[in-house]
């Protein structure tokens, strides 16, 4: 081996140099401002965004991108398809055609849909509904260009509504991983991009838990701020119990303005037990107010800021699907009306 | 040894005679631009799925008393699958036993409906003498009703609420018993009988490994 590397080195000359240059110090962060920009409004409307994202974008886009469909553009599939995470019965479209209208879909989405409804919404008893459903897709539809649906990842959601004239409770929960955009789904300039958890809760109790990260595509906070990441939980204060603190939220929420700098606004911990990061006991009060810190530095502390949440609360915070939405059968998606 | 040896050795360029160099004629090649997009919207192109899967669902369904109005129907259901059209080997070829009584509620647009039975029968027994085609070994056939690929087929002995809409000329299927009426299958209605016929051609991914 040594006279290998004899011989190897007898081949080429090589001289090394290596140059020292004086250190220079790198100069100091200047902080971004947020002159102009009602913070606490800011984070206020980043929930109220999140409520938005979930599954049922991509499911009615997907829905009224096949309302155009010719006979085999796109092509339905069964069968087997291992490359697709999605149960066997899944409904598919697949294709790579354009309709000679201007009409083209590229890709494929999968979606499977179930639902369980008994009772009269008449009754005392009320009316019950079980809803899930579950899509993924790589697709692409666009008329002349213009992208009227897309739909990269997956998504899920289920619905478990109770409902009667003297009573309603849902809870609602969704996921989606990928990114949904398109005039069909969103609507314009409305898409985002997002691996996102949501648990809400509505009717006789309100509240909201999210986790997970959104950008969205067009849309500007204060027109700023274009990206949200949390792990929130957010209780309406009329539906506090006694134990409850009716003035602040648990978790914290970060949004990002246009130059990658995240603002993230820390509030009580989550959990009484899960306090280690809560090293001062005066910000894990219920005071209604976080702590406003920048992102990636050394405790760059703005403040305390104090949101007013209490405008989340009403009927479209959650864009609740219907029971019909759960429904999408084969037989509609080839013939529709 | 012998490869670093040669390594460090001067290299003596082979010498390759190449083929004679044929006429060379320019061709029209359109300059791509930036600044327009290729306009490809109206050329139609479809791509073809590798596989097909023939879905044939049709049968006779007797309504009862005559002229109506009706409150018991009976008759066959039966499902058909064929990969790539071979009809000789059908991968599905099940038939339904069917049986219903009438239903109170319909949907807005029918005009008679029924809670069906769907009873799966056991194939027919070929009579003596009859040949009998096997099935070779590659081709494969669904063993039971749950192998067949038709989204939402009804199980054995499941219930289903279907309504006959006489304007549509359409089935339609209380959806699992929501409530949500959806259009299940096109039927024709001639002397008090349902003809249902439902034939769809589409893409198939295959049975699978198993």
Redesign the interface.
Known sequence: MISLFVLLYGCEEKVDTVTVEAYVPPEDLELPSLDGIDIGAAFTEAITMVGKVQLNPAWQGNREALSYKRPTCPDLYVGENDDMDMPADAVVWQDFCNTGTGLSYSGFTAWTGRLERSGDIESEVGEIINGTRQMSGQAVVSVNGETIYEFKGVGEDSLYRVQSPTYDRWTYATTINGMIRGTESTGLNSGFRSDLYIYATGGDTRSLESRGNVFWTSHRIQDRFDSAAMDIYLLDPSSAGPDDCALEPKGWIGIRDERAYWYDLVFMPMDAEDDAGYEDDDRSVCDGCGTLYLRGTETIDYGQVCPDFSSIWTETLIDLPQAEDFIFTFQQAQHPQ | ?FW??L??TEKTAEVVELPEEEEYIEEEVAEPSFED?PN??????????P?M?HLVHSGIWNLAPIAGPYTTMFGELNIQEQINGNGIFPYCDFTFAVTGHEIDSLCPTCDFGFAIEFFVQEPVPPEEGEEVLEAPEEIPIAESIEDC????LPDHQETRVLAYSIADEMLYFD??????W???YPATFIHDTLEVYYY?E????????D
Do not use: H, K, R, S
């Open positions: 040894m670093i040896l390594a460090c997009a490809t919207e109206d050329v139609v192109f479809d791509e073809v799925p596989q899967l690929f038709t989204p939402e959806y699992f018993n929501t409530g949500i959806v259009p299940w769809e589409i893409g198939f991914y295959g049975v699978g490994d």
